[in-house]
Nanobody, 126 residues
């Protein structure tokens, strides 16, 4: 499975971006995809995750109400819509996937994911 993350860029505070994570190779009828981010000098942290089927989503407290994760099954793509961006959202964003239907408490753990994309840089600055 190969994951291709895209959609990063430079945006002003309060702006929006939509990240995409396209999967190729094997496809899964069930699975989990997560978005993580890593800022300079900091550890990689969980941002949002979606598992299917059935579909459930989970968000880090820092992005609740601002970010929305969604999955397009027909295109094997997971999107992360990011609104009301703040300078502290600046980081390299990575998508990750696993064919496992992770339990709620495991969505945020990097070790649970088998496949990782290359990362896309999001910079929030005026």
């Amino acid at each position: 499975v190969q994951l291709q993350a895209s959609g990063g860029g430079l945006v002003q505070p309060g702006g929006s971006l939509r990240l995409s994570c396209a999967a190729s190779g094997r496809t899964f009828s069930r699975g989990t995809t997560g978005w993580f981010r890593q800022a300079p000098g900091k550890e990689r942290e969980f941002v949002a995750g979606v598992k299917w089927s059935p579909v459930y989503t989970r968000y880090a407290d820092s992005v609740k109400g601002r970010f929305t994760i969604s999955r397009d099954g027909a295109k094997n793509t997971v999107h992360l819509q990011m609104n009301s961006l703040k300078p502290e959202d600046t980081a390299v964003y990575y998508c990750a996937a696993t064919p496992a239907y992770l339990i709620w408490s495991s969505l945020g753990r990097t070790v649970e994911y088998d496949y990782w994309g290359q990362g896309t840089l999001v910079t929030v600055s005026s």
